[in-house]
T-cell receptor, first 114, second 112 residues
Framework: GQQLNQSPQSMFIQEGEDVSMNCTSS?????WLWYKQDPGEGPVLLIA?????ELTSNGRLTAQFGITRKDSFLNISASIPSDVGIYFC??????????????FGSGTQLTVLP | SQTIHQWPATLVQPVGSPLSLECTVE??????LYWYRQAAGRGLQLLFY??????ISSEVPQNLSASRPQDRQFILSSKKLLLSDSGFYLC???????????FGEGSRLTVL
């Protein structure tokens, strides 16, 4: 089956620093999604990418859909304490006639130190 | 508006007791619905998905079952809970035609 390798597993950074995390796959995806999960809550969608090479920003967040369609990265600029949480990547292969399914990375735990 | 409601939010149950977690969605019709489990605050494991009323697909054979009695209702059940069933259970749904999966608030299950 499809697998996503997400790295790093965890990060400890100083407030104000930039953050970068990425996901790679052995399979091609049509869609890449990035989520953030706060403790005790469901994941919240941050950015959705639909085209190879697409670069999309959402405030201090920037994500890119890799040209090969097998990878994606998420950057967070000028981190703040509320950026703490677990970040998940997810890839989707859209095929007609079947239920949509996402393959999730294992998550990156981000800690922002004051 | 499009929303996903899960309840209960937290549940503490003894081993061997039954379980029922409920998920309802609003603002869409004939959605694809999903149950995920998350252990130890990390990876998301797909348990069940449903493309319509009465249609359930299981991804992982285990002690749990799912049902979809109505278009926008998805229920996760167990007849006898195991310690290993503890975790954070998330209901999810695709809204609209975009490939964006949205999650409910989650239900925290502790089996003692």
């Amino acid at each position: 089956g499809q697998q996503l390798n997400q790295s790093p597993q965890s990060m400890f950074i100083q407030e104000g620093e930039d953050v970068s995390m990425n996901c790679t796959s052995s399979s091609i995806f049509n869609t890449w999604l990035w989520y953030k999960q706060d403790p005790g809550e469901g994941p919240v969608l941050l950015i959705a990418l639909y085209k190879a090479g697409e670069l999309t920003s959402n405030g201090r967040l920037t994500a890119q859909f890799g040209i090969t369609r097998k990878d994606s990265f998420l950057n967070i600029s000028a981190s703040i304490p509320s950026d703490v949480g677990i970040y998940f990547c997810a890839g989707q292969v859209v095929s007609s006639g079947s239920a949509r399914q996402l393959t999730f990375g294992s998550g990156t735990q981000l800690t922002v130190l004051p | 508006s499009q929303t996903i409601h899960q309840w209960p939010a937290t549940l503490v149950q003894p081993v061997g007791s039954p379980l029922s977690l409920e998920c309802t969605v609003e603002g869409t019709s004939n959605p694809n619905l999903y149950w995920y489990r998350q252990a130890a605050g990390r990876g998301l494991q797909l348990l069940f998905y449903s493309v319509g009323i009465g249609q359930i697909s299981s991804e992982v054979p285990q002690n749990l079952s799912a049902s979809r009695p109505q278009d926008r209702q998805f229920i996760l059940s167990s007849k006898k809970l195991l310690l290993s069933d503890s975790g954070f259970y998330l209901c999810a749904c695709f809204f609209g035609g975009a490939g964006e999966l949205f999650f409910g608030e989650g239900s925290r299950l502790t089996v003692l």
